[in-house]
């Protein structure tokens, strides 16, 4: 079946810890997304990246980074930097990167600070 | 309608109503427009599309109109059921050659039997 595959469901994480969540997606698709949800919220972008060996900044990019060294693969670091990582993290993927188009979800990795 | 702080706009109503989720949106630029449902837990999941040279587009129960004077969008469901309860979302592309999406805050459809 295709889709998007994120891992781990949950996690948990100790203050100052770095922490890495996987988003991998076999549809092909060359844009690949990260959102950040907190509760009663909308989504958030954090980062996006367009084509393999690149990405941008989104909107609360601050304490987090990524890479996308190949199509299928768009991993987040979540980073000691970030002051408040406890959400859920969404990652997204789309064809083409152009201006419209469904963003296809996976579902979804909680983090939670102990 | 739009939330404040983490009290989401919460709409309730019976089985088999009909039920209107409003949204407005920010760019008047913006060319296209999505709905999406999330279930508790979950990803999000695509509905119903639009572009912004369309006022009206009809899928399976659900309808969304387009009013670009006003900046405003709307979902309408038809004969609601309980598996319809969900957090829904409007999305906006906010202009052409812009490669993503800027969500709304969402509105909580509630369905009693």
């Known amino acids: 079946d295709g889709g998007i595959t994120q891992s781990p469901k949950y996690l948990f994480r100790k203050e100052g810890q770095n922490v890495t969540l996987s988003c991998e997606q076999n549809l092909n698709h060359d844009a690949m997304y990260w959102y950040r949800q907190d509760p009663g919220q909308g989504l958030r972008l954090i980062y996006y990246s367009q084509i393999v060996n690149d990405f941008q900044k989104g909107d609360i990019a601050e304490g987090y980074s990524v890479s996308r060294e190949k199509k299928e693969s768009f991993p987040l670091t979540v980073t000691s930097a970030q002051k408040n990582p406890t959400a859920f993290y969404l990652c997204a993927s789309r064809w083409g990167t152009g201006s419209a188009g469904e963003l296809f979800f996976g579902e979804g990795s909680r983090l939670t600070v102990l | 309608g739009e939330s404040v702080g983490l009290h989401l706009p919460t709409l309730s109503v019976q089985e088999g109503d009909n039920s209107i989720i409003n949204c407005a949106y920010s760019?008047?630029?913006?060319?296209?427009f999505i709905w999406y449902k999330q279930e508790s837990g979950k990803g999000p999941q695509f509905i119903i599309d639009?572009?912004?040279?369309?006022d009206k587009r009809q899928g399976q129960r659900v309808t969304v109109l387009l009013n670009k004077t006003v900046k405003h969008l709307s979902l309408q469901i038809a004969a609601t059921q309980p598996g319809d309860s969900a957090v829904y979302f409007c999305?906006?592309?906010?202009?052409?050659?812009?490669?993503?999406?800027?969500f709304g805050k969402g509105t909580m459809l509630l369905v009693s039997p």
């Open positions: 760019n008047s630029a913006s060319d296209y």
């Open positions: 999305a906006e592309n906010p202009s052409s050659g812009y490669s993503t999406l800027t």
């Open positions: 639009i572009r912004s040279n369309m």
